[in-house]
C-alpha cells in the first residue's frame, strides 16, 4: 500500500515548532486539536535536533508566532538559521511528502527565511522573499478582514473571514520579477480587504503597508502556508471585537449563536486532508 494511502486512512499527527521566544505553541495546539487532530506534539527545535523526536512521524507542520531567538537579527532569521545548520535535509524531505506546513506570524518569518515559500519552481533553501518593518514602523496588534486569493488545501471552504493580527515586521515585500512569478501561478493566498470588522472599527484594510494588501502566500502545490494573521487567536465566537453586538443581533433574528468563527477551518481543512 502506498504512503498516501496509508496517510489518508488516519488522522494525522501534527508537530508544532518550539523554541526560545516562540510564544503561541499552545494556542496553535489547541487548535489542531479541536480540529481533530490525532495528536499534536509540541516541540523544542533541540529536541528535533537531538533526534528524541523524528519529523518523519508527522504529517503536518506549523511554525507558530513569536519572537524567535527575540528577532535579534531580524524576526525568523536566527530560528530559520538554526533550521538550515541542523535539520535542512529533514525538513526539505518532509515538504517533499504528502504534507501540510502552516507558518503563522513568526513562523510565516521564519519559513521565508528558509526558503519554503515561495519556493518557486519548488527551489526550497532560497530566499526570495522578506517581511519587512510595517510602513509606519510600529508593532500593530488589531483585527482585520482578509480574503482568500487561491485554492490551498489549508483554505477550502472560506472566501473571507477576519482574525488578528500582531506584529512588527509584516510588510511582505517581493522584487517585481518575483512578484510577477508569484502572482502568475497564484500563489497569493490571502489579502487584507475592507470587510464587516474595519467597518466596524472605522479602521484601513491594510496595516502594515504591505505590497499590494498580500498577507499571505502558498508554495506552487498550496501545502505550504505563510501567513501574518493568527487564525488561532481568532477561532471562538467570543474572540471577535464585536461578539456582544452580533449575539443580541442574532437572538433578535431568532439564529443560533455559533461558537466558532471561520478561522477555525483552516486548521478543520489540513486535518480534513487526510480523512
Known amino acids: ?31 489542531f486539536e479541536l480540529a481533530g487532530g490525532k495528536k499534536v506534539d509540541i516541540v523544542h527545535i533541540n529536541d528535533l535536533i537531538s533526534e528524541i523526536y523524528d519529523l518523519n512521524n508527522y504529517q503536518i507542520a506549523a511554525f507558530p508566532g513569536g519572537f524567535a531567538y527575540g528577532d535579534d537579527t ?51 533553501g532560497e530566499k526570495q522573499v522578506a517581511l519587512l518593518h510595517n510602513a509606519k514602523a510600529r508593532y500593530i496588534d488589531r483585527w482585520v478582514d482578509l480574503k482568500i486569493c487561491n485554492n490551498s488545501p489549508w483554505l477550502k471552504n472560506i472566501k473571507t473571514f ?22 502568475k501561478k497564484n500563489l497569493i493566498a490571502l489579502k487584507y480587504f475592507k470587510g464587516e470588522i474595519c467597518d466596524y472599527q472605522n479602521l484601513p484594510a491594510n496595516p502594515t503597508g504591505t505590497l499590494e494588501d498580500i498577507c499571505g502566500i502558498t508554495n506552487e502545490n498550496g501545502k505550504i502556508l505563510g501567513l501574518m494573521p493568527h487564525p488561532e487567536r481568532g477561532m471562538l465566537f467570543t474572540h471577535v471585537p464585536n461578539w456582544t453586538y452580533l449575539k443580541e443581533k442574532y437572538q433578535r433574528e431568532g439564529k443560533k449563536i455559533p461558537e466558532y468563527t471561520k478561522s477555525l477551518q483552516i486548521f478543520r481543512n489540513a486535518v480534513d486532508y487526510y480523512s
Open 1 to 31: 500500500m502506498s504512503e498516501r494511502i496509508n496517510i489518508k486512512s488516519m488522522k494525522p499527527k501534527v508537530i508544532i515548532f518550539s523554541g526560545y521566544g516562540i510564544n503561541s505553541e499552545e494556542e496553535t495546539k489547541y487548535a
Open 74 to 124: 531580524g524576526s525568523g532569521n536566527a530560528y530559520a538559521n538554526k533550521l538550515k545548520n541542523h535539520l535542512s535535509k529533514d525538513i526539505e524531505k518532509f515538504v517533499n511528502r504528502d504534507t501540510l506546513t502552516i507558518g503563522i506570524c513568526n513562523g510565516f518569518q521564519i519559513i521565508v527565511n528558509l526558503g519554503l515559500l515561495p519556493a518557486l519552481e519548488y527551489k526550497y
Open 162 to 183: 477576519s482574525t488578528a493580527i500582531s506584529h512588527g515586521e509584516g510588510r511582505f515585500y517581493a522584487s517585481p520579477d518575483v512578484l510577477k512569478k508569484i502572482e
